[in-house]
């Protein structure tokens, strides 16, 4: 018995010592500029009725992947999730991650009419910058059996990983604090 014990620590003392990872990049989304983005004003739908309208961009914009590195998201209470290339990557995962993040939503319709006297003031102006930045609009019909108010609450807000098409909210996380990117060399 001892000896399988000596022999399993062993095994996984050269496990991690063949693999020697390289921070890349943290991500803190307090911090984020989601200005680099495209971001999308998304409509999620639950039984054909809207539950919830934020400004989301999808993760693989942001994080952008190579195949030699991964992502390790932190979330508040110290739970964390990683994401290989192959978990967010547009060629491999037709169905979008979505990450809400923390704008103002838009709630003027289609239409923008801009005055002279606001064209003197384009430069600083949070009304056009929350209304062009809520261009893309974007519905998503919810697969899941069933959703409670609790859910809702809990899910979608800022910061929060949001699968669309999934049929449960198993894999949906919220709170997120930080991403770092790693590279195995």
Same mark, same amino acid.
């Given at each position: 018995?001892?000896?399988?014990?000596?022999?399993?620590?062993?095994?996984?003392?050269?496990?991690?010592?063949?693999?020697?990872?390289?921070?890349?990049?943290?991500? @803190?989304?307090?911090?984020?500029?989601?200005?680099?983005?495209?971001?999308?004003?998304?409509?999620?739908?639950?039984?054909?009725?809207? #539950?919830?309208?934020?400004?989301?961009?999808?993760?693989?914009?942001?994080?952008? *992947?190579?195949?030699?590195?991964?992502?390790?998201?932190?979330?508040?209470?110290?739970?964390?999730?990683?994401?290989?290339?192959? @978990?967010?990557?547009? $060629?491999?995962?037709?169905?979008?991650?979505?990450?809400?993040?923390? /704008?103002?939503?838009?709630?003027?319709?289609?239409?923008?009419?801009?005055?002279?006297?606001?064209?003197?003031? *384009?430069?600083?102006?949070?009304?056009?910058?929350?209304? $062009?930045?809520?261009? *893309?609009?974007?519905?998503?019909?919810?697969?899941?059996? /069933?959703?409670?108010?609790? @859910?809702? /609450?809990?899910?979608?807000?800022?910061?929060?990983?949001?699968?669309?098409?999934?049929?449960?909210?198993?894999?949906?996380?919220?709170?997120?604090? /930080? #991403?770092?990117?790693?590279?195995?060399?």
């Amino acid at each position: 018995m001892k000896n399988t014990i000596l022999l399993v620590a062993m095994l996984l003392i050269l496990t991690f010592n063949l693999y020697s990872f390289e921070k890349v990049n943290t991500l @803190d989304l307090n911090n984020l500029d989601y200005s680099k983005v495209e971001q999308m004003r998304v409509n999620f739908k639950f039984k054909g009725r809207v #539950i919830a309208t934020h400004n989301a961009v999808e993760l693989n914009k942001i994080l952008k *992947l190579n195949q030699n590195e991964f992502a390790e998201v932190y979330f508040q209470g110290g739970d964390n999730v990683i994401y290989s290339h192959y @978990d967010i990557s547009e $060629l491999n995962n037709q169905n979008p991650l979505l990450l809400i993040d923390n /704008k103002n939503v838009s709630s003027l319709g289609d239409t923008l009419v801009i005055g002279e006297d606001e064209l003197l003031n *384009l430069e600083n102006n949070t009304l056009l910058e929350t209304e $062009l930045n809520s261009i *893309l609009d974007v519905q998503y019909q919810l697969n899941l059996k /069933k959703l409670t108010q609790m @859910d809702i /609450k809990d899910y979608f807000k800022p910061s929060s990983i949001i699968y669309p098409f999934d049929n449960s909210i198993n894999r949906w996380k919220s709170k997120i604090e /930080k #991403i770092i990117i790693y590279k195995n060399n």
